[in-house]
């Protein structure tokens, strides 16, 4: 259904937006990917969408805690596969400290990432779309965009501030033939939430499984982790021809925690 489009996924080296880009891919997309990892994990992963997929993969190494960078990310993409129809603005960083605790420069680093970047990629890709007038943005946010949690108060913030983003997007897209939608992901194990559980299970010299169970999936009615393909098939939901009326929303994949 995706053929003959170009998806850009920002942080598509790891977790959910490889999965992401992936399944686009799977479906017909050609796939620009974004992130941090060596080379040679890189050169994996690009080769194993196109021969899965026979679609084409390039990875852009764009640092997007740099304005600048996330800005040119869209047009490295654009001069290399041509246009970018849909965007993906994945890419995200955490760090967990008290209030008093946090540093300027996670803070400045976490707002960068998780949402400066987002509205620049957006910013940068308006005309294309708007020129086409067709296009489908979808950002990461997660449960955080409505709830909170201590020690993550830059995290917090970003995630409830890219939900003002996505709706402020979706009614400047609106008449444009561009949705703009959100996905809210509960905890899915990824690098970033590894790390977590790690944390906490050496913080209570705990098995890596009993700090899952006992910390995190406590918040979760389902009891068990969000696989990145749930979000993958959430997102590309998003960016089917079907979801042309769905705009602004937030989509919550996420075991049920929303609910208790
Ligand atoms: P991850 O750490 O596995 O992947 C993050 C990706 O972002 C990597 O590709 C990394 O290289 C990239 N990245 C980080 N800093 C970057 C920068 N400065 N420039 C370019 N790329 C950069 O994490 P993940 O869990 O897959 O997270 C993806 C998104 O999902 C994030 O926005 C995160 O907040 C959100 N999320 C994750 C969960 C979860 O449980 N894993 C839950 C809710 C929301």
């Given at each position: 259904p995706l053929h003959g489009k170009v998806a850009l996924v920002t942080?598509?080296?790891?977790?959910l937006g490889l999965a992401i880009a992936r399944m686009l891919a799977t479906n017909g997309a050609d796939v620009a990917l974004n992130g941090f990892a060596a080379q040679s994990k890189i050169d994996d992963i690009t080769r194993s969408i196109f021969e899965g997929t026979r679609r084409r993969a390039k990875h852009f190494a764009h640092d997007l805690s740099d304005i600048a960078e996330a800005s040119g990310l869209v047009a490295a993409v654009t001069a290399e596969l041509?246009?970018?129809d849909i965007l993906v603005n994945n890419a995200g960083a955490q760090h967990l400290a008290a209030i008093d605790e946090f540093s300027d420069e996670q803070w400045q680093r976490l707002l960068a990432i998780n949402l400066t970047a987002a509205f620049a990629t957006t910013r940068a890709v308006w005309p294309q779309m708007k020129e086409r007038g067709w296009g489908r943005i979808v950002n990461t946010a997660s449960t955080l965009a409505f709830t909170a949690e201590t020690r993550k108060s830059a995290y917090v913030a970003t995630k409830h501030g890219i939900l003002g983003l996505t709706r402020e997007v979706a009614l400047e897209g609106a008449q444009l033939g561009i949705t703009c939608n959100a996905v809210c992901p509960a905890w899915v194990l990824t690098p970033l939430v590894a790390k977590q559980v790690e944390a906490k299970a050496a913080e209570l010299q705990y098995s890596f499984e009993e700090a899952a169970r006992n910390?995190?999936?406590?918040?979760?009615?389902?009891?068990r982790f969000v696989e990145t393909d749930e979000i993958a098939a959430g997102v590309l939901y998003l960016c089917s021809?079907?979801?042309?009326?769905?705009?602004g929303i937030a989509l919550p994949i996420d075991g049920g925690s929303l609910v208790v």
């Open positions: 942080g598509s080296t790891s977790g041509g246009k970018v910390y995190f999936l406590t918040d979760m009615p389902t009891r021809e079907a979801a042309k009326s769905i705009t």
